[in-house]
């Protein structure tokens, strides 16, 4: 929230200076970003009045003004901005100031006639991003006077953070309240008196969704001026707070809001038809909505609405068949609370963030309605004039917010803070929080006001006591505490082991977001059904990820995107599986290689990572938790990888995993400009780490044969690999795959796979016929098993 200083020493002035009040505030909770000018330095910048324009003698859109700049002191001026008119009063830079775009002013002279200053705009005093012409300053301004003075520009504005809770503070009237509490000083709000009503005109008002919105407060005020404008005062406080100026009508309602912190809306009148119904939406109803979209409202969307259509959103924004506008002369005013979720689910659901639901989704005072009707009639009678009709106000008790009396214990006080807060300090605090109290022993009864709808616990109470205290008040302590060492089973494979073990082979952890697109979820992982978020934060982060794959490969798509094209990265979190009305998160690793192999260099050429890169990767994993001589890598069909480039990791019958090349089709629908391979490993599984024995090494001779032998292409090597050493026995103490061969003396469709087989026993030294028995039992295994022949 961002709020002009001044207007806040308007309600309230503590004896603090800007800096110091906003530390004040920041050490309270309500955290104070940035204070800054509103204005940059206008020395020798004044009101001027414009006493007379003639033509300029030489230049069509150039004219010759005569000014009148205080102590009946006249300066010619040229000027072209075409809205200069005599007897308007606009700012005036004299000779020696210096403009924010840091041009100096001087007499001059413009195509042949003299210059002794320069009107100015509101974009050139440096108060406005643009603008068209000169800024036209009300009546009431003394032509000499400092436009600085006259214009309040010795002023800053406090960029103040709100926590969600404090949707109290989003008003001066808020603020306020909040310093006083902070500092003792005496609140002066401006008074608010009811306004009698000058005709007879209302309009029924049909709360059909009373749950919803249990108090609407609506006013009819009848022959407007359409031709008024928001006075300068009120345009300059709207600026200041980051709002531009619209409309004369929508301008007191902003101002209303900023002031108050109730949100208000302005119908024409003149637009609507019967009664106004606040009720739900149903099916195939259209709305256009102020900012020209728009939107079919989901069944149950709260909606304003006349006899023959709906009218705005409620709470969020309104609609353009309704809108005020330059030929307006009868309004009906609105102001009302809504139940905050319900405004929070449907300005989500519609991808609307607005003034109005930011704070109608963290909190409205309930009281504030028809308090907040009464301080606009005022200021709309006052700028657009007009005969104010009757209040009509509409309310369901039962579904307003009912205010919970909260016991608070002395003893609760002190166990908490670690202090014990003098009865006297804790009534001052919470008195000047606007709490009522009824003292009981050492304890207290104490009800919270109406705007403080986020106290509703004893802690919630004994916070507010902590942070207006002053944290800085309380002891600083060593903490005490007993620590135990947590003993951690050597069968463990810890993640930093595991992190470690990735970072020696070159990769980087990311941590990517558990809300991922429902699109991208779909692509990775259809046969899945994914666990839809009921408030998503955008809807590309829709859903809970069932892998860690989206993120993974979002990172790689940022990253090409930014000239890295080698990329090889990894993450360590949950998954989110919904299993019969259940959601198991399952902790898992994932990654995923992109670019060159390895970094360039002069000692090998350049070549892409593929399937077999990432394969070695997740054998040095397995091989840290003892899995690799038991894990399988079987070929499998998965949708997010290539059909002929994936497989599956088993480890004594469970899936550990999956590796494979990205299917093609999908790097062209997420745009990686490069191949990428994917895995994912079940942490359950692979931090069970097979704990090693030890063998006394043999002292006798191994012997090593070597075999070739031909088999189908489609035989996996794997499979090969498992037969040999099931047949070898106890006497294979090492196994390799050393070749592979297609070509002259293989036929298509058949390849040769050459083998390393080294026997050795552990108590004598093996014969030839030992080791023809094992070779002879080996062949017999691959040709009954997989067809394989010896090559000649």
């Known amino acids: 929230m961002k709020i002009s200083e001044k207007w806040l020493r308007e309600w309230i002035a503590p004896k603090l200076d800007a800096r110091a009040l906003a530390d004040r505030l920041t050490m309270a909770g309500l955290e104070v970003g940035a204070i800054e000018p509103v204005a940059p330095n206008l020395e020798h910048v004044v009101v001027g009045e414009i006493v007379s324009i003639a033509p300029h003698p030489s230049a069509d859109k150039l004219r010759l003004c005569r000014v009148n700049v205080g102590k009946n002191k006249i300066l010619d001026i040229v000027c072209g901005a075409a809205n200069a008119a005599a007897g308007m009063k606009a700012p005036v830079a004299l000779e020696g100031a210096v403009m924010p775009n840091g041009m100096k002013i001087k007499k001059t002279e413009i195509r042949g006639a003299a210059s002794s200053g320069m009107l100015c705009s509101a974009s050139e005093l440096g108060i406005a991003e643009s603008s068209e012409g000169?800024?036209?300053?009300?009546?009431?301004?003394?032509?000499?006077?400092?436009?600085?003075?006259?214009?309040?520009?010795?002023?800053?504005?406090?960029?103040?953070?709100?926590?969600?809770?404090?949707?109290?503070?989003?008003?001066?009237?808020?603020?306020?309240?909040?310093?006083?509490?902070?500092?003792?000083?005496?609140?002066?709000?401006?008074?608010?008196?009811?306004?009698?009503?000058?005709?007879?005109?209302?309009?029924?008002?049909?709360?059909?969704?009373?749950?919803?919105?249990?108090?609407?407060?609506?006013?009819?005020?009848?022959?407007?001026?359409?031709?008024?404008?928001?006075?300068?005062?009120?345009?300059?406080?709207?600026?200041?707070?980051?709002?531009?100026?619209?409309?004369?009508?929508?301008?007191?309602?902003?101002?209303?809001?900023?002031?108050?912190?109730?949100?208000?809306?302005?119908?024409?009148?003149?637009?609507?038809?019967?009664?106004?119904?606040?009720?739900?939406?149903?099916?195939?109803?259209?709305?256009?909505?102020?900012?020209?979209?728009?939107?079919?409202?989901?069944?149950?969307?709260?909606?304003?609405?006349?006899?023959?259509?709906?009218?705005?959103l409620a709470g969020i924004m309104g609609g353009l068949s309704s809108a005020v506008s330059d030929t307006t002369h009868h309004l009906f005013l609105e102001s009302a609370w809504f139940r905050p979720e319900t405004i929070s689910v449907r300005a989500r659901s519609h991808g609307l963030q607005t003034d109005s639901s930011q704070r109608f989704e963290r909190g409205v005072d309930p009281e504030l309605p028809a308090r907040a009707m009464e301080r606009a009639t005022a200021l709309l009678l006052a700028i657009v004039g007009g005969k104010p009709g009757p209040i009509t106000e509409q309310t369901v008790r039962r579904h307003l917010p009912r205010v919970t009396p909260v016991l608070l214990r002395a003893d609760r006080i002190q166990r908490l803070l670690g202090m014990a807060i003098p009865p006297r300090i804790v009534e001052n605090i919470l008195a000047r929080l606007g709490m009522k109290l009824k003292k009981s022993g050492k304890n207290w009864t104490v009800i919270p006001p109406s705007w403080r709808f986020d106290i509703s616990r004893e802690v919630d109470l004994i916070e507010e006591i902590a942070r207006v205290h002053g944290y800085d008040k309380f002891p600083s302590r060593q903490p005490r505490m007993a620590m135990a060492a947590r003993p951690v089973p050597e069968s463990d494979v810890d993640e930093p082991r595991l992190r470690a073990a990735l970072v020696d082979r070159d990769y980087q952890e990311v941590i990517t977001y558990s809300f991922v697109d429902p699109k991208i979820q779909a692509m990775l992982d259809p046969g899945v059904t994914p666990l839809p978020l009921a408030n998503p934060i955008s809807a590309d982060m829709a859903v809970m990820r069932t892998s860690l794959w989206p993120g993974l490969l979002q990172a790689i798509l940022y990253n090409q995107n930014r000239q890295q094209t080698r990329l090889r990265l990894f993450e360590l979190g949950r998954r989110f599986l919904a299993r019969d009305d259940d959601l198991t998160q399952e902790y898992v690793l994932g990654g995923a290689v992109s670019g060159d192999a390895t970094p360039e260099q002069w000692g090998a050429p350049r070549r892409a990572a593929d399937f077999h890169d990432v394969k070695s990767d997740i054998e040095a994993l397995l091989a840290l938790a003892g899995m690799d001589e038991e894990a399988q890598f079987r070929p499998v069909r998965h949708a997010a990888l290539h059909p002929g480039q994936a497989a599956e990791i088993l480890y004594q019958g469970q899936q550990l995993g999956l590796v494979g090349l990205l299917h093609p089709a999908l790097q062209a629908g997420l745009g990686l400009s490069q191949p990428a391979v994917l895995f994912e490993l079940r942490l359950s599984i692979l931090q069970q780490q097979k704990l090693p024995v030890f063998r006394d090494f043999s002292r006798f001779p191994a012997i090593r044969r070597d075999i070739a032998i031909i088999v189908n292409e489609t035989t996996p090597a794997q499979a090969v690999l498992e037969s040999v050493r099931n047949a070898a026995g106890e006497l294979l103490v090492n196994l390799e795959l050393f070749d592979e061969y297609r070509g002259k003396g293989v036929d298509s469709g058949r390849k040769s796979l050459a083998l390393g087989l080294t026997l050795q026993h552990s108590s004598r030294t093996l014969n030839e016929t030992d080791v023809e028995q094992v070779m002879a039992e080996v062949m017999s295994t691959l040709e009954s098993k997989l067809g394989a022949v010896p090559r000649q």
């Open 134 to 312: 000169l800024l036209s300053l009300d009546r009431d301004a003394r032509p000499g006077m400092s436009i600085t003075d006259y214009l309040g520009l010795d002023d800053t504005t406090l960029e103040i953070d709100l926590t969600p809770n404090r949707g109290d503070c989003l008003s001066v009237a808020g603020l306020a309240r909040e310093v006083a509490a902070l500092t003792g000083a005496r609140i002066k709000p401006p008074v608010v008196k009811r306004v009698s009503a000058k005709a007879r005109r209302k309009v029924s008002i049909k709360l059909d969704a009373g749950q919803d919105c249990p108090r609407y407060v609506g006013r009819v005020i009848s022959d407007i001026d359409p031709a008024a404008i928001t006075p300068l005062w009120m345009k300059e406080k709207l600026r200041r707070s980051g709002l531009r100026s619209i409309h004369p009508v929508v301008d007191v309602t902003n101002y209303v809001m900023l002031e108050l912190g109730q949100h208000m809306h302005a119908f024409d009148l003149d637009k609507l038809q019967g009664a106004i119904h606040v009720r739900h939406a149903v099916e195939n109803e259209s709305l256009e909505l102020l900012d020209g979209k728009r939107i079919n409202p989901e069944p149950g969307s709260l909606l304003i609405a006349d006899d023959r259509q709906p009218l705005a």
